[in-house]
């Protein structure tokens, strides 16, 4: 069984920084790609950022300059850092795992979404 938990959403002030946490847990080999995504209503899920087992990264060209996403391999944990938060960022975020099982399966494992709401 492998899952991957989120958190850290909530209620911020347009301006205002939050971070999101997602760790993986389970009969896990290791963790190739992670990437945060975000869908806000009405819209279809669009990629935030993401990282490689490198830590090379990429982002959106909505949030470069302001979100920081980072990764523990060791930890099989990752973060997204945002600051400088618009309201037209308000979105589900997800969390989203590109990992090879113990049994050397690979999967694709999503979080359970956290609501980021961006308002005054």
């Known amino acids: 069984q492998v899952q991957v938990v989120e958190s850290g959403g909530g209620l911020v002030q347009p301006g205002g920084s939050l971070r999101l946490s997602c760790a993986a847990s389970?009969?896990?080999?290791?963790?190739?790609?992670m990437g945060w995504y975000r869908q806000a209503p009405g819209n279809q899920r669009e990629l935030v950022a993401n990282i490689q087992m490198d830590d090379n990264a990429n982002y959106a060209d909505s949030v470069k300059g302001r979100f920081t996403i980072s990764r523990d391999n060791g930890k099989r944990t990752m973060a997204l850092q945002m600051n400088s938060l618009k309201p037209d960022e308000t979105a589900v975020y997800y969390c989203n795992m590109q990992l090879t099982t113990k049994g050397l399966t690979y999967r694709e494992i999503w979080g359970q979404g956290s609501l980021v709401t961006v308002s005054s």
């Open positions: 389970g009969s896990i080999l290791g963790v190739r790609a």
